[in-house]
């Protein structure tokens, strides 16, 4: 497999909360990691670092191949770091309330788990169709599903940016985890809310299906989210399952 990340502070924000990293455990076993420490709350960049460089550092110390294992450790690991931010956050007044969401792909040999908490997302490009994987954690998405508010409403309204899902703030960490199996080609995107706040499913779609290369794609996403407006910080991470030739190559 093939990836690249990049992050952008964006047009309006002064300063970058978002962070995105990948890593290596000693069976080989990627994990890409993605999270968006929430704004209003102080310390958001704290604890989206936290989350990310933490998860990474515990994951390159694991010897697992196995999905379910995988699964298993991501779980646990994750409601670990759910009281780490929170401790951290009680033990300094002006970190109080941070918190971060969360989008992950531990990626095995033919499968990926992906899992998220929050409104960051994960999508799959395969044979030129655009999936979006991951379901947000949010208060205008749990009116969309209920039938409240329809799908153009949910763009604009005002209660946009309400968390109902979070690493941190709560004592509560409840992953969503999707084990997929791969195809040829397939890409994977995780991102933060500054991306598809900004840019149509469409437009994303047609950026990965460009025949550039992955840093390229990232660079392009960004650049066009800002071209939009560029209201959030922007982070992206993209992940290729190499062809059918490169693997009958090997």
Not at 18 to 28: C, I, K, S
Not at 149 to 175: D, F, M, Y
Request: hydrophobic share 40%; aromatic share 6%; net charge negative.
């Amino acid at each position: 497999m093939s990836f690249a990340f990049k992050s952008n502070i964006g047009k309006m924000r002064k300063k970058n909360e978002d962070y995105v990293d990948v890593f290596e455990n000693q069976a080989g076993v990627t994990f890409g990691v993605v999270a968006d420490g929430l704004g209003g709350h102080q310390g958001g960049d704290v604890a989206s670092e936290m989350a990310v460089s933490h998860l990474g550092h515990f994951f390159e110390k694991t010897n697992f191949s196995d999905p379910q294992a995988g699964a298993q450790w991501l779980e646990a690991q994750v409601k670990e770091e759910n009281q780490l931010i929170l401790q951290r956050a009680n033990q300094y007044s002006d970190l109080m309330g941070m918190g971060t969401t969360l989008v992950c792909g531990l990626f095995f040999e033919k499968q990926v788990v992906l899992a998220n908490i929050g409104d960051s997302r994960g999508y799959l490009l395969r044979n030129g169709e655009l999936f979006q994987l991951t379901e947000d954690h949010s208060l205008v998405n749990e009116l969309l599903k209920r039938g409240e508010i329809s799908v153009e409403q949910a763009k604009h309204h005002p209660k946009k940016n309400i968390i109902t899902r979070t690493l941190g703030i709560s004592n509560e960490a409840v992953l969503d985890q999707y084990l997929i199996d791969f195809q040829p080609n397939d890409l994977f995107l995780l991102c933060t809310d500054g991306l598809t706040n900004m840019l149509e499913d469409l437009e994303i779609k047609k950026i990965l299906t460009a025949t550039e290369s992955l840093t390229t794609k990232c660079e392009l996403l960004i650049g066009r989210a800002n071209k939009m407006g560029g209201k959030d910080n922007i982070t992206v991470l993209l992940a290729l399952v190499a062809s059918k030739d490169e693997v009958d190559k090997k």
